[in-house]
């Protein structure tokens, strides 16, 4: 198993040997080790039904098992003083269910409702009533993260896999990302993923950060990729272009256009005496879950006459709509006005 072996190197130190591995049919559990037959056994429902990111957490903590009982040799109850120190260590969730959960706090709650309520009055036709609100809210979100490194409140840190499994990234997606890292309060790592059901791998983009900025950058997320393809659409129509060749470059150009239209916020806000430092425990988490990091420079599409439309549209794009809510089957869908 390919995540088995890289998990082996990067967390393990390459100490683990290989088990066997099965799909169980019962859902009284997620994963588990036998350690006789030396098995890792994981809930076949679980792993068709879950982001791949979160199968892998599962997979850690069984890991940790065989861990335990192996390479330190301690015969103790399944979450032992043993068992508890290696997952304190390698950022593993230590619980049976073995998937961090980030539940919100009254407190974010509340927080995600108002910038969910200054978003929906960004909707306003007046496009001046529309920027004064959603720079409202990204000015709120500032302030809380602001207050939380002043305060000294141990933030609680979790991940989120957004948007789907590619076999290539492209370059809007990148830009996308580097949107939420520089503007929304999280760290952006492409990580490999694996699709069970399709048998495909690819890479799918992991966000790292608290949970009400892992919820707003989930959204943004979303607004920009339906807000690019609704911008090509009108831009097919305007110029009776049949063809998508320059679909992907427009997209490009929309994340570039507005990353630039949040830069020169940020710039009114450091104004402001609103200056963000990123934090070092967030980092530190980061480095915990990904200790083997590297950064890849990507060349961007040559550049054509529709980087440069997308990118003027992508500057006259307003952050508007409430938060995100999900449907019966537990996927994300944008609340219309």
């Given amino acids: 198993m390919a995540a088995y072996q890289r998990l082996n190197e990067t967390l ?8 066997q591995f099965a799909l169980g049919d019962a859902d009284t559990f997620l994963g588990r080790w036998f350690q006789g037959t030396r098995t890792i056994e994981l809930s076949r429902s679980f792993v068709l039904s879950h982001d791949w990111t979160v199968v892998l957490e599962v997979l850690k903590h069984e890991m940790a098992h065989q861990y335990v009982h192996e390479v330190l040799r301690e015969d103790e109850a399944p979450h032992g003083p043993a068992f508890r120190a290696v997952c304190a260590r390698l950022g593993i969730d230590e619980r049976s269910g073995g998937v961090p959960e980030a539940a919100e706090s009254p407190e974010q709650r509340r927080l995600l409702e108002r910038v969910h309520k200054l978003l929906a009055l960004a909707q306003s036709d007046n496009r001046h009533e529309a920027e004064a609100a959603a ?3 990204q000015r709120l979100i500032l302030r809380h993260n602001l207050d939380l490194h002043r305060d000294g409140t141990p933030a609680r840190y979790s991940f989120r896999q957004i948007g789907r499994v590619t076999g290539r990234v492209s370059e809007w997606e990148r830009r ?3 949107v939420l890292r520089d503007h929304f309060f999280v760290e ?10 399709q048998g ?3 890479s799918v983009m992991e966000a790292i950060g608290t949970p ?3 919820e707003l950058a989930a959204y943004v997320y979303d607004f920009l990729r339906s807000t690019a ?3 090509w659409l009108a831009h097919q129509r305007e110029t009776n272009t049949p063809h998508n060749r320059d679909r992907q470059p427009y997209y490009a150009g929309v994340m570039s256009g507005f990353a630039q239209k949040l830069a020169l916020e940020s710039k009114r806000h450091r104004a402001e005496g609103l200056v963000w430092l990123p934090q070092a425990k967030l980092n530190e988490y980061t480095r915990q879950r990904h200790p083997y990091l590297r950064t890849i420079h990507h060349q961007g599409h040559r550049r054509r006459d529709a980087f440069a439309e997308g990118q003027k549209a992508g500057r006259d794009v307003v952050l508007h709509r409430g938060i995100s809510t999900r449907n019966d089957r537990g996927e994300r869908r944008l609340l219309r006005g």
Avoid at 12 to 19: D, V
Avoid at 188 to 197: C, G, K, N
Wanted: net charge positive; charged share 20%.
């Fill in 12 to 19: 393990f130190k390459s100490t683990l040997r290989s088990p």
């Fill in 135 to 137: 720079a409202a809210a």
């Fill in 176 to 178: 996308l990302g580097n």
């Fill in 188 to 197: 952006i790592i492409w990580v490999p993923a694996y699709l069970p059901a």
């Fill in 200 to 202: 495909k791998r690819g």
């Fill in 212 to 214: 009400e900025n892992l």
């Fill in 229 to 231: 393809e609704r911008l």
